[in-house]
Nanobody
Framework: VERLVESGGGLVQPGGSLTLSCVAS????????MAWVRQAPGKPVEWISA????????YYADSVKGRFTISRDNAKRTVYLQLNSLKTDDTAMYYC??????????????????RGQGTQVTVSS
């Protein structure tokens, strides 16, 4: 059974940092591009970052570019998201997900059904 388990969220003050992790199981992790998305209450899901299967190509939404860093460790079957300079607008549930297509290249779309249970990030003073 394919599974993604996110962790690392929490309550942080504006300007603070967090590192999110997502551990994968049940599929060939090293063959898939991976992404992070988030959803704030009452808002649609927002794509924020992606990484190709080898880890050398990364992609960011303008809203997080320069503040967030995506990375992966294929040996640990884990994708990370480093969140720096956090803002109150970053408050959301954060999810990792597989790319919509097998092959390792980020296609611009996620397999929405692959999302894990998410990890809550709350930025507040």
């Amino acid at each position: 059974v394919e599974r993604l388990v996110e962790s690392g969220g929490g309550l942080v003050q504006p300007g603070g940092s967090l590192t999110l992790s997502c551990v994968a199981s049940g599929f060939t992790f090293s063959s898939w591009a991976m992404a992070w998305v988030r959803q704030a209450p009452g808002k649609p899901v927002e794509w924020i970052s992606a990484i190709n299967s080898g880890g050398w190509n990364t992609y960011y939404a303008d809203s997080v570019k320069g503040r967030f860093t995506i990375s992966r460790d294929n040996a640990k079957r884990t994708v990370y998201l480093q969140l720096n300079s956090l803002k109150t607008d970053d408050t959301a549930m954060y999810y990792c997900a597989k790319d919509a297509k097998y092959g390792g290249v980020w296609t611009g779309a996620i397999d929405d059904g692959s999302r894990g249970q998410g990890t809550q990030v709350t930025v507040s003073s």
